[in-house]
C-alpha cells in the first residue's frame, strides 16, 4: 500500500530533550516536506526536501533540523524542544519537486508536545 | 505574495442541509492551483480535490461541488445533504510553482442529527 508513515504518532517529552520524529515513504516520490498544524493558523511549512541530501527551509524552520540521506526517509529533529513547539506534524511526499500541481500524500501525523 | 482565507471558523448545521465553505486566496501569478483537504477527528489530511488556474470548470463529485471563480478569486466548496460523516476540519491550500502548499487556517464544520 502506497503510504507515508510517521513515528511516533503521539510524544509527550520535556523541555530540551533532542527528539527525532521519522517520516518515510514507500512511493519513490523525490519531494518531501514537513508542515505544524496550530489552531487558528493552519498548516504551515517547516522544511522541505527536493531529493536527497537536497534540503531547504520553509516558512517555520527555527527549531528544526532535517536530514535527507535515502530518498525513502525524511526525519525531522529537535535539538533542544521548547513547549512553542507542541504541534501536530505532519510529513508529506510528492512525486516531482517543483510541480504545483502535485497532489501531496500526508503521513498521520504526529502529536508532540512538549513540557 | 501568496495567501489563503477561510473566514469561516466554525460552521454548524444539522443534517440534509446544504453547506458552502469559502475560500479566498491571493497570488499575483497566473498560474497555480487550489486544493481542498478534508481532515476528520482522527487526524489525518484527506485529499479532496485539485484545480488549476486555467480551468474555471466547476466540479461535483457526488455530494461534494466546487466552485472556482477567478474573477473573485474565490474556490468554494458545497457538501449537498450534509451528513454527519461530513463533520471535519476543511482546508483550503494554494501552490505556485513550488510544491509548497499554502494553507488556509481551516473551517471546522459540525454536523448535528
Known amino acids: 500500500e502506497a503510504q507515508v508513515t510517521q513515528n511516533p504518532r503521539y510524544l509527550i517529552t520535556v523541555t530540551g530533550k533532542k527528539l527525532t520524529v521519522t517520516c518515510s515513504q514507500n512511493?519513490?516520490?523525490?519531494?518531501m516536506s514537513w508542515y505544524r498544524q496550530d489552531p487558528g493558523l493552519g498548516l504551515r511549512q517547516i522544511y522541505y526536501?527536493?531529493?536527497?541530501?537536497?534540503?531547504d527551509k520553509g516558512d517555520v524552520p527555527e527549531g528544526y533540523k532535517v536530514s535527507r540521506k535515502e530518498k525513502r526517509n525524511f526525519p525531522l529533529i529537535l535539538e533542544s524542544p521548547s513547549p512553542n513547539q507542541t504541534s501536530l506534524y505532519f510529513c508529506?511526499?510528492?512525486?516531482?519537486?517543483?510541480?504545483?500541481?502535485?497532489?501531496?500524500?500526508f503521513g498521520p501525523g504526529t502529536r508532540l508536545t512538549v513540557l | 505574495a501568496q495567501k489563503v482565507t477561510q473566514a469561516q471558523t466554525e460552521i454548524s448545521v444539522v443534517e440534509k442541509e446544504d453547506v458552502t465553505l469559502d475560500c479566498v486566496y491571493e497570488?499575483?501569478?497566473?498560474?497555480?492551483?487550489l486544493f481542498w483537504y478534508k481532515q476528520p477527528p482522527s487526524g489525518e489530511l484527506v485529499f479532496l480535490i485539485r484545480?488549476?488556474?486555467?480551468?474555471?470548470q466547476n466540479e461535483i463529485s457526488g455530494r461534494y461541488s466546487w466552485n472556482f471563480q477567478k474573477s473573485t478569486s474565490s474556490f468554494n466548496f458545497t457538501i449537498t445533504a450534509s451528513q454527519v460523516v461530513d463533520s471535519a476540519v476543511y482546508f483550503c491550500a494554494l501552490s505556485v510553482h513550488t510544491d509548497k502548499l499554502i494553507f488556509g487556517t481551516g473551517t471546522r464544520l459540525q454536523v448535528f442529527p
Open positions: 484545480r488549476n488556474s486555467f480551468d474555471e
Open positions: 508529506a511526499s510528492s512525486p516531482h519537486p517543483g510541480g504545483s500541481y502535485n497532489e501531496q500524500f
Open positions: 512511493m519513490n516520490h523525490e519531494y
Open positions: 497570488t499575483r501569478d497566473t498560474t497555480y492551483y
Open positions: 526536501s527536493m531529493n536527497v541530501e537536497v534540503t
